[in-house]
């Protein structure tokens, strides 16, 4: 079993910041890729940023420049730092972990619960 427990989030201003965290946790034997994903009213989930296991970061072309994944392997947990942050923003945020437990040979995708990120203007 594994469990991506999400903190951070909440209210900002337009132009302000956040942090988000997403730790992993459970009968872990590596984690390949992590990574966010947000998902706007009435809109599909969409990619934010994602990081591989060798630090290779992927980001969304909305968010270039204002956002920073990163990762701390020890720790199995993963970052999403926001700048500059629009009201095109405002969504609910998902992490997202590509990983292989102990004893089974696939590897299995595993998400956060969410949590909310409102952008005021």
């Known amino acids: 079993q594994v469990q991506l427990v999400q903190s951070g989030g909440g209210l900002v201003q337009a132009g302000g910041s956040l942090r988000l965290s997403c730790a992993a946790s459970?009968?872990?034997?590596?984690?390949?890729?992590m990574g966010w994903y947000r998902q706007a009213p009435g809109k599909q989930r969409e990619l934010v940023a994602t990081?591989?296991?060798?630090?290779?970061?992927n980001y969304a072309d909305s968010v270039k420049g204002r956002f920073t994944i990163s990762r701390d392997s020890a720790k199995n947990t993963v970052y999403l730092e926001m700048n500059s942050l629009k009201p095109e923003d405002t969504a609910v945020y998902y992490c997202n972990a590509d990983l292989f437990l102990l004893g089974i040979v696939s590897p299995v995708v595993s998400w956060g619960q969410g949590t909310q990120v409102t952008v005021s203007s």
């Open positions: 990081i591989t296991s060798g630090g290779t970061t």
């Open positions: 459970g009968s872990i034997s590596r984690v390949n890729s």
